[in-house]
């Protein structure tokens, strides 16, 4: 019914928007936290989850006393849950949304299910219709007649459906959560409070994981870190390293940092009585030949562990290189900086490189670039003094000018532009340019016969672009 006509017939009646985007992302959540019950889970939006507990209900007493400890974790955190357990899927859902019976035994089926609605039978659109139009209001109104004229009526759909729940059809969950193909976990008989022992187990569990890895000639670029709190809540963390490895060490050493990073940190309260270890984008690792000097380490594994270890410390996009981008001539535009981030595409690869007697361009360039005030001779030379942020440079020595011209196959305003690489009687290095040209340089194509005659080029202007180190 519409919001006003409900407001009127009761008056204290709360209307919240809906995030449908919110509502999924929790739905998520909880599975996740149910993953402790059973492997095997399914999604059933927007409110629903489907476990299959055969074979794990024991683990816990048994069937009722599961269903048990399901609806006392959820409504601690207020979060109200109808059960349903039976041995079909469809049967299982009909029971929990329309019917108060929790257990249906396996040789019950159509007697739990006869008293409940049609739509008990998950039927939508035309099927539904039909039946609400023979005025069929039971399932066991279904069960009760011939099966040959029901189908002339209603179709295969209908009682396709009823025997999926009866089980008579297969219907399989479509599982969406099953357990990654490496993973390794651990429970505890007495939690986990303290960080160091958190980190000895995650040492364990990597040497467990690295055997497995090691077996198929893997490594991994990212690890994932689960730990399950004895009241039920859930902490992940993930690290990432910039080569693939597969060495306890340093995967426990990469979640110290990131442990060591967290403000409030692992939050321990009880305990954690469950750890979950997983490999996160397996990749081929080859075996190399390590020196038995001191100084034959390599060093390229060396700067991999440095950057790991700096972004699991500050983030995968607080840690960034250089690489080069499309064709330009512009250098704000000739490189991109890019995160040692696994997990993020590739857009830019490559090293970047210079050819060989390309002019020098400093290692840091202002975005945008700083205006300076200049005296310089015109039309070529470079300049002899120049300000910026109030400090008055005097230049002991330049090399330049040299030209870039603005990229004809964009459409830009931006004028010619000469670099000049400047010291000044202090050693400090600049990278400034001028941009346009004096009067008497030619800046601009000639009109065509005919076309209005163009207006006079503003005068040049000088920008400090860059710093060398």
């Not at 357990?179 to 980190?199: D, F």
């Not at 090691?214 to 991994?220: N, P, R, S, T, Y």
């Not at 340019?433 to 800046?443: L, T």
């Amino acid at each position: 019914m519409m919001l006003t006509d409900a407001r009127a017939q009761a008056p204290g009646l709360r209307a919240v928007e809906a995030t449908p985007e919110t509502d999924a992302a929790w739905l998520r959540a909880a599975a996740e936290a149910c993953r402790r019950y059973t492997p095997a889970l399914a999604l059933d939006p927007p409110d629903g989850l489907m476990l299959n507990v055969t074979g794990a209900a024991e683990l816990f007493g048994g069937e009722s006393a599961l269903i048990r400890t399901i609806v006392a974790r959820f409504g601690g955190r207020g979060v109200s849950v109808r059960p349903g357990l039976a041995d079909t899927p469809g049967l299982a859902w009909a029971l929990a949304r329309f019917s108060d019976l929790e257990i249906a035994a396996p040789g019950e089926r159509e007697t739990a299910l006869a008293p409940l609605p049609v739509g008990a039978l998950g039927l939508e659109g035309e099927a539904a219709h039909v039946l609400k139009r023979l005025g069929l209001r039971t399932v066991g109104q279904l069960l009760s007649g011939p099966r040959a004229p029901l189908a002339r009526r209603l179709g295969e759909t209908v009682l396709e459906r009823l025997d999926q729940v009866l089980g008579r059809r297969a219907c399989a969950l479509d599982l969406k959560l099953e357990i990654p193909p490496y993973l390794v976990e651990r429970r505890l008989l007495s939690p986990m409070v303290r960080n160091e022992e958190v980190l000895a187990r995650i040492r364990r569990l990597g040497q467990r994981l690295g055997h497995r890895l090691e077996g198929e000639g893997l490594g991994a670029r990212g690890f994932r870190l689960e730990l399950q709190r004895v009241d039920g809540a859930v902490k992940q963390l993930e690290v990432w390293a910039s080569l693939p490895l597969r060495d306890p060490a340093r995967i426990a050493a990469l979640f110290a940092e990131r442990i060591a990073a967290l403000n409030e940190g692992l939050e321990a309260d009880y305990g954690f009585d469950l750890i979950r270890l997983e490999a996160l984008r397996p990749q081929a690792l080859s075996d190399r030949a390590m020196s038995l000097l001191p100084d034959g380490a390599d060093g390229e594994a060396k700067f991999a562990a440095l950057i790991d270890r700096l972004s699991a410390r500050l983030g995968p996009a607080a840690v960034r290189r250089l690489v080069p981008a499309a064709q330009t001539r512009l250098p704000e535009r000739s490189a991109r900086a890019l995160p040692f981030d696994p997990a993020a595409p590739a857009a830019w690869t490559g090293e970047a490189s210079r050819d060989e007697g390309s002019p020098l361009r400093p290692l840091t360039l202002f975005d945008p670039p700083q205006p300076i005030e200049v005296l310089a001779e015109i039309p070529e030379e470079p300049p002899v003094r120049f300000t910026w942020r109030r400090v008055q440079h005097q230049i002991a020595a330049a090399e330049g000018p040299e030209r870039i011209d603005p990229e004809w196959g964009r459409r830009t305003r931006r004028r010619v532009r000469d670099y000049y690489r400047l010291e000044d009687e202090g050693g400090r290095r600049f990278w400034v340019f001028r941009e346009g040209r004096y009067a008497g340089e030619q800046d601009q194509d000639k009109p065509k016969p005919g076309d209005p005659e163009p207006e006079p080029p503003p005068p040049p202007r000088w920008f400090l672009h860059g710093l060398f180190a």
